[in-house]
């Protein structure tokens, strides 16, 4: 009786056995099964990324780098090939749910890219991490040394150009579209931890931290978009020659390979672009002002406002304060700090619960517009914060007569201190402009 086995244990044994049969038999098959299912149809861009950067193929010409059919001719799997494709694929895959966000279906944080489009994405992003793997920080480092004098700095930085220009060379005009089109997409994520999605705050682009992020890593993106850019350690400002090796580091080599071709820079945005086949909701409209200008990714809603700000917002949202009120000696660290351990999403939405007699018909489910939303907030943002410093406790003194406009709470703090400046103002100045 104690040596009775179950039927159902039985059969997970028999089933384990099969399996461990099937792997002995074909080990290298059953591996090379498992990674495609890993990575899907970019495994052979995957694992040449893997593999150069492995072999430490800094500043090769494209010619002497391993290619993209080296999965047929070396199709044995390593520890390190496997480890290292594990470790890249999960970065892709979490970029790719931000790229179908933003760049194709706002209402789902997971990717709704199709089995092509996503194909796209994928072998985009591994080119993209190989021309960063050889070219790039790694490769800047084992060719420019500390004591290189000027000379040797200039043919270096020439010798670049010509290797990474000799990079694209080598692929497809389309492949180089897709490649232009995630790399701006990696470019506005990085831009986005400056809080820069509203409409009267120019964003910076092409920063140097944007390049520089490129430049160590394009896969890294998905870390700045969750930690912010002070997680990119390797970055120093004060070091200026390497800002000649990092500047525009993908787009200008890649820019004129186009223009070599006799292609246009950029494609113009009345034709389909790159990667996405289709794109939900192509023709809504702002809920509000209804323009025909604005496109239907750049509506903002409760499935999306998680992407309006990263880590650091406190510039770009302060500027949406009314008046003076931002500068107040008393309220302004801990507004400040209020803002950076509040999420977007419960921010824009928690402004809703204040919503004035001026924005009755305006409802929480509404797509709105950068210009609507900006106005939307900074009507009600002052406010918010007040019932904040309500909910915290806080007895809220009376209210100063000149409001949020007030000159003195910017410079005497005892006033700042001694009434409430977070409010309309009953007499004085119109309020000024912050943006």
């Known amino acids: 009786m104690g040596n009775t086995v179950h039927p159902m244990h039985s059969s997970f044994v028999n089933a384990d056995l099969a399996i461990y049969n099937v792997f002995q038999q074909h080990p290298r098959s059953v591996v090379r099964s498992v990674a495609y299912n890993l990575i899907g149809p970019a495994l052979p861009q995957a694992l040449r990324f893997v593999r150069c950067k492995n072999a430490r193929l800094y500043y090769k010409p494209v010619g002497e780098l391993l290619g993209e059919d080296d999965i047929q001719k070396n199709p044995v799997l390593s520890s390190e090939d496997i480890t290292s494709l594990v470790g890249i694929s999960t970065s892709i895959q979490e970029l790719e749910s ?33 021309f960063s793997a050889v070219y790039g920080c790694n490769a800047h480092e084992s060719a420019v040394g500390s004591d290189s004098d000027q000379e040797e700095i200039d043919l270096a930085l020439e010798e670049a150009k010509t290797l990474r220009k000799g990079f694209f060379g080598s692929l497809s005009t389309p492949e180089l579209r897709d490649i232009q089109s995630v790399e701006t997409f990696l470019r506005g994520v ?66 004129s390979v186009l223009v070599d071709r006799t292609e246009q820079p950029l494609l113009p945005v009345t034709q389909k672009q790159p990667i996405i086949d289709e794109i939900v909701g192509e023709h809504d409209r702002c ?70 007699p ?62 409430n400046h977070w409010c309309e103002p009953t007499r004085g100045d119109a309020p000024p402009t912050n943006v």
């Not at 850019?229 to 970055?235: G, N, S």
């Not at 409802?363 to 900074?378: G, H, S, T, Y």
């Open 98 to 130: 931000l790229f179908s966000w933003r760049m194709k279906d706002r209402r789902f944080k997971t990717s709704q890219l199709s089995l092509a489009e996503s194909t796209r994405f994928q072998k985009a992003m591994y080119r993209m991490s190989l």
């Open 190 to 255: 990085i831009t986005r931890d400056y809080g820069v999605c509203f409409a009267t705050i120019t964003p910076e682009t092409y920063s140097p931290e944007s390049s520089f992020v490129l430049y160590c890593a394009p896969h890294h993106v998905i870390d700045v978009y969750k930690r912010g850019l002070d997680c990119i350690t390797e970055w120093d400002s004060d070091i200026t020659e390497e800002i000649l090796f990092y500047d525009d580091f993908i787009i200008e080599p890649l820019t």
């Open 358 to 419: 001026a924005y009755s018909t305006w409802n929480k489910a509404d797509w709105l517009c950068p210009q609507c939303l900006e106005k939307f907030v900074r009507d009600h943002l002052h406010i918010w914060y007040l019932g904040q410093k309500v909910k915290r406790g806080d007895v809220i003194p009376n209210n100063c007569w000149y409001g949020y406009n007030c000159r003195t709470q910017t410079h005497r703090l005892a006033h700042a201190q001694k009434l």
């Open 287 to 356: 809920s509000q002002c209804r323009s025909d200008t604005v496109k239907c990714l750049d509506l903002w809603g409760p499935s999306n406002w998680g992407y309006l700000w990263g880590t650091r917002p406190l510039h770009s949202i302060a500027q949406l304060l009314k008046g003076r009120v931002g500068a107040n000696l008393a309220d302004r660290a801990h507004f400040l700090a209020l803002l950076c351990e509040t999420p977007a999403e419960e921010l824009v939405g928690g402004l809703f619960d204040y919503k004035t």
